[in-house]
RNA sequence: GGACCCGUGGUGUAGCGGCCCAACAUGCCAGCCUGUCACGCUGGAGAUCGCCGGUUCGAAUCCGGUCGGGUCCGCCA
C-alpha cells in the first residue's frame, strides 16, 4: 500500500465496502466517462486500478459542471464519501465495483489532447511504431502496465530469492575495454585520450570472474548489456541479465542453486503457470540437437525427430542416399493426422524448411489402407514398413522429412517444421512453463570462414576436465561444462564453469588461433589474475526481457521493456540516434565520414 | 548484406484501374438524457490514400524508387 499524501487519501484501487462511508480524496486520469446529463460516471485511474466516481447536478452543481467539461485523460482529484452503489448496479469486473464515490469536489489538475489512440481500450492492430512514439501513452494502458508491474515483481523476486542465498549484488562498469570476441561492441569515444574508446558491456564476463578471483563467491547483478547487433523479436540491442557466479563450485552447483531460484521466483511471480517438471529435465546439447531439432527445444509437446538412417539405408532415392553416403542424416517428424495436407500448405512448410537450411523437404501421407503417399513415395522401394515403424506413423498422419549431408542442419531445419507443426496443432500449451537444462556442448566448432576453431559459447567455459588433455589432438571431441536454460523453445539463459588456470586458458585461446601477445593485450587483466589464486567458479546469466517475456505469454521482448528500440535501433519517441553537432565532435577528436 | 509483409480521416479496417474530391466502425465536437460501466439517442466536423517518379484518356488501386514499421536469413549467446 503506498504511503498517504496529500494529494490523495486513497488509491483508485483500493475503495472496498468496509471504507463505506469515509471521506476520501483520489487522484487519476480519467479513463473512460458516462455523461447521463443530470447525473455523470467517470472511471478515475491509476496504477492500482480503477474506481467509479459519481457526480450529480442536484448534490453538487459545480463538481458536476466541471465532470461536464472533462474528458479522457485529463487528470483530475474528486473528493466525497464512499458508498455502496445502489442494489443491482454493482459491477463484478472491478475489484472497487461495490463502491463508487459521490463526488463533492472535481479540481481539474491537467488537461490533454485527444490522445493518438486509446488508452482505455486494447486495440489488436495498433500500430506497433505509434504505440513507440507516444509510449508514455501506451504505458498507460492497463494491459501494458501489468507487464511491467510483472517485471518489477520478476525482478524483485529474483533479488530476493538470490540475497536470502547469500549472494551480493555488486555493479560492474558500463565504460569498459573493447574485444572482437563475439558480438560487435557500441562503442564510447574517451574525451580525455583521442583516438581511444570505451566498449559498452556486452556482458560483465571478465568483471564477474575477477570478482571471484576478490573472493566475492556468489555475485548476482541486474546487468545492463549491450550488443551491436541486428535485431529480432527476442533481442534488441541493449537488454538486462541476471548476471550471476560462483566460487567452488561444479556445473550441478550451479545447476541446482540456479534452478531453485527459478523455481521459487515462477511460482511466486506466475502461481496459476504450472511447471511441467521440476526438477527440470536435463539433456545433453546431442539428445536435444537429435530429439528436438534444436539446443532450445520446446518440450511443451512431443513430436520427436526419428532418425531413418536404418530405416531408409537401401532405398535408392537419391536425396537420402547422398545425405547418409555424405556423412549426413535423414530425420523425419510425424504430424498426427495431417495427411489431408493442401498443396499450398505443404508448400508453406517446404519453404519454410529451406528458409532454415534445409535443401527441401520430404513429404509422405499416410493413406488409411497404410500405403504412402508423396511426391517422393515411388522412390521408397520396399522401405515403407520401415519408415513407418521407425516413425510410428498410423494412416491420417503426415510424415515430414528433411535430409543433408550436414546432420545439424538436417535436425535444426526439422526442429524448426516441429515448432511449426507443434504452433498449428495448438500443441504448446500456453499456460505451461517448460523449464529444460540442456549440456555438454561441444567445446569447440570449426570454422569455415575463419579457418580455425572457434568456442561454441564463451571462450572462458572450461572443457570437462577429463576431456582436457585431448584438446589439441581433436578439439572436436571435448566438450565445454556449458548449461543453457530453455523455456517453451526460448533460450533463457546460459552458463558454464570457467576455465580457472591460466596455463588451460592459454592452451584454449592457442587454439582459436590468439597469440600470446593478444592475448595478453585483450585479456590481461583476466590472465594475471588467474595466477593470484583464482578458485574454481562458474555462473550463468539469463536473460531478464525473455523471461518476463514468456512469462507474460508475449512473444515480443518490447512488450515488456519499458522504451524498446525498433528493429533499426531507433528509439521513436526520442529520435535516437542522432546527429551531433559540431563541437561536440570536435570535443571528442571525431570526423564522421558518410562516404559509400 | 539479403528475403518477405505492412503503410487509406485521430485510431482500426474496407476499397485494389473510371461507379471514390473514398466506405464502415470507433474516436472527436455539439445538443438531449438521473444509475451507467464499450451508457444511449440526434446532428456535425474530419483523409487528395507514407513520400517521389513513371505507365495510362484516367491511379488509393499498376510499375520503379525511397522512407518508416514488422517477421525472417545472415549476424548474435
Redesign the pocket.
Known amino acids: 500500500m503506498a504511503t498517504a499524501q496529500s494529494f490523495r487519501t486513497h488509491t483508485c484501487g483500493e475503495l472496498r465496502p468496509e471504507h463505506v462511508g469515509q471521506r476520501v480524496t483520489l487522484a487519476g486520469w480519467v479513463h473512460?466517462?458516462?455523461?447521463?446529463?443530470?447525473?455523470?460516471?467517470f472511471?478515475l485511474r491509476d496504477r492500482y486500478g480503477i474506481t467509479?466516481v459519481?457526480t450529480?447536478?442536484?448534490e453538487a452543481p459545480a463538481a458536476h459542471q466541471a465532470a461536464?467539461e472533462s474528458?479522457?485523460e485529463w487528470v483530475i482529484q474528486v473528493s466525497g464519501a464512499v458508498?455502496h452503489?445502489?442494489e443491482?448496479?454493482?459491477?463484478v469486473?472491478?475489484p472497487t465495483?461495490e463502491v463508487?464515490v459521490?463526488v463533492d469536489e472535481l479540481t481539474v489538475l491537467n488537461e490533454s489532447k485527444?490522445?493518438?489512440?486509446?488508452v482505455?481500450?486494447e486495440?489488436?492492430?495498433?500500430?506497433?511504431?505509434?504505440r513507440?512514439q507516444y509510449r508514455y501513452l501506451d504505458l498507460r494502458r492497463p494491459p501494458m502496465r501489468e507487464r511491467m508491474l510483472l517485471r518489477a515483481r520478476l525482478a524483485s523476486a529474483v533479488r530476493r530469492e538470490l540475497e536470502r542465498d547469500d549472494f551480493v549484488e555488486i555493479e560492474t562498469p558500463l565504460l569498459i575495454r573493447s574485444t572482437p570476441?563475439?558480438?560487435?561492441d557500441f562503442v564510447v569515444p574517451a574525451r580525455l585520450q583521442p583516438g581511444n574508446f570505451y566498449a559498452l558491456p556486452?556482458?560483465p564476463q571478465q568483471l564477474k570472474q575477477l570478482l571471484m578471483v576478490a573472493g566475492y563467491d556468489r555475485y548476482y547483478q541486474m546487468a545492463h548489456c549491450m550488443?551491436d547487433?541486428?535485431?529480432?523479436?527476442?533481442?534488441g540491442p541493449e537488454f538486462t541479465?541476471v548476471d550471476i557466479e560462483m566460487s567452488f563450485v561444479r556445473e550441478e552447483d550451479v545447476i541446482a542453486t540456479v534452478e531453485a531460484m527459478v523455481i521459487a521466483v515462477s511460482r511466486e511471480v506466475v502461481p496459476d503457470r504450472p511447471i511441467q517438471e521440476a526438477p527440470f529435465p536435463r539433456l545433453t546439447y546431442e539428445e536435444a540437437l537429435v530429439r528436438y531439432g534444436s539446443?532450445k527445444p520446446d518440450l511443451r509437446f512431443g513430436m520427436p525427430l526419428c532418425d531413418l538412417r536404418e530405416a531408409v539405408t537401401n532405398v535408392e532415392f537419391r536425396v537420402f542416399a547422398d545425405a547418409l553416403s555424405g556423412g549426413g542424416a535423414v530425420y523425419a517428424i510425424r504430424a498426427p493426422g495431417c495427411a489431408s495436407y493442401s498443396r499450398r500448405q505443404l508448400d508453406e512448410l517446404t519453404d519454410l524448411a529451406r528458409?532454415?537450411?534445409a535443401g527441401g523437404l520430404v513429404h509422405l501421407s499416410v493413406e488409411a489402407d497404410g500405403s504412402l503417399r508423396g511426391p517422393a513415395a515411388k522412390f521408397l522401394g520396399g522401405a515403407e514398413a520401415s519408415v513407418q515403424a521407425a516413425t510410428g506413423a498410423e494412416a491420417g498422419d503426415l510424415l515430414l522429412v528433411v535430409a543433408d549431408s550436414d546432420r545439424v542442419a538436417a535436425a535444426t531445419a526439422l526442429g524448426?517444421l516441429r515448432l511449426e507443426m507443434g504452433d498449428r496443432l495448438g500443441l504448446r500449451d500456453p499456460s505451461v512453463l517448460a523449464y529444460v537444462w540442456v549440456h555438454r556442448?561441444p567445446m569447440f566448432k570449426w570454422d569455415r570462414?575463419l579457418g580455425r576453431w572457434d568456442a561454441?559459447?564463451?571462450p572462458f567455459s572450461a572443457p570437462v576436465w577429463e576431456e582436457a588433455e585431448q584438446m589439441e589432438a581433436d578439439p572436436g571431441s571435448i566438450h565445454a561444462q556449458?548449461y543453457?536454460l530453455a523455456l517453451n523453445g526460448w533460450?533463457l539463459g546460459?552458463g558454464s564453469i570457467r576455465i580457472h588456470r591460466r596455463d588451460l586458458l592459454e592452451r584454449a585461446f592457442a587454439l582459436m588461433g590468439h597469440t600470446i601477445a593478444g592475448m595478453r593485450d585483450q585479456f590481461g587483466a583476466l590472465l594475471d589474475a588467474l595466477e593470484y589464486g583464482a578458485p574454481p567458479h562458474g555462473g550463468i546469466?539469463i536473460?531478464l526481457e525473455r523471461w518476463c517475456a514468456l512469462l507474460a505469454n508475449q512473444?515480443?521482448i518490447?512488450e515488456v521493456t519499458a522504451f524498446?528500440?525498433?528493429?533499426?535501433?531507433?528509439d521513436?519517441m526520442l529520435s535516437a540516434p542522432s546527429p551531433i553537432d559540431d563541437q561536440q565532435l570536435a570535443d571528442l577528436h571525431l570526423r564522421v565520414n558518410l562516404e559509400d
Open positions: 473512460r466517462r458516462r455523461d447521463h446529463g443530470h447525473l455523470s460516471f472511471d467509479q459519481v450529480s447536478a442536484d461536464a474528458r479522457n458508498r452503489r445502489p443491482g448496479t454493482t459491477n469486473e472491478l465495483g463508487e459521490a485527444v490522445p493518438p489512440f486509446y482505455n481500450e486495440q489488436p492492430g495498433l500500430e506497433e511504431a505509434l513507440l570476441e563475439g558480438a560487435r556486452q556482458s550488443r547487433e541486428d535485431s529480432r523479436k527476442d533481442r541479465q539446443d528458409r532454415h537450411g524448426q556442448f570462414d561454441t559459447h564463451n556449458q543453457d533460450e546460459g546469466a536473460g512473444d515480443n518490447r524498446p528500440k525498433t528493429q533499426s535501433g531507433s521513436l
